[in-house]
């Protein structure tokens, strides 16, 4: 009885110290939207309902630099590689257990007004990664919203 309880005593803790898929993801929001429903810097697929094994397969497959889609390899790689492998399986059952995105209603010009803004958020994210390949998506939000309150 004493070996059970110990055992469950320690099958919990290792369960609470599990990261959190969904607090992982944050870091990623920015570029496929919180919910993993856009199409990162406006090339991606849709990541939301992917299957988990997909998930992992391409982030291991950028983490070792065997990956370049959609020319954005180096900074795919630079955030897959802080992933430890229980985060990197946390936050593909959480992206996994999204529910796919069902195809815009938006009327045409909304999505060229959205294009365009996306564009240029894009071409700004892609830029800051490439001259500062270890920075971190706060970094990157931080210095994009600066820019645009400059802008204004």
């Known amino acids: 009885m004493k070996n059970v309880l110990i055992l469950m005593l320690i099958s919990g803790a290792i369960a609470s110290a599990a990261p959190e898929g969904s607090e992982i993801f944050k870091k990623c929001a920015i570029c496929h939207g919180d919910k993993a429903q856009k199409h990162s810097l406006n090339v991606s ?8 094994s997909t998930i992992i397969k391409t982030l291991k497959a950028y983490q070792s630099g065997e990956l370049n889609q959609y020319g954005f390899g180096q900074m795919m790689q630079g955030q897959a590689t802080k992933l430890s492998a229980s985060e990197m399986k946390a936050v593909a059952r959480y992206v996994a257990s999204l529910p796919p995105v069902e195809p815009s209603k938006e009327s045409s010009k909304e999505k060229e007004e959205q294009s365009a803004n996306d564009l240029e958020y894009n071409r700004f994210t892609r830029d800051f990664f490439q001259a500062n390949p270890n920075a971190t998506f706060a970094e990157a939000t931080k210095a994009w919203k600066a820019k645009q309150a400059a802008a204004k």
């Open 45 to 52: 697929k849709i990541i939301a309902g992917m299957p988990e």
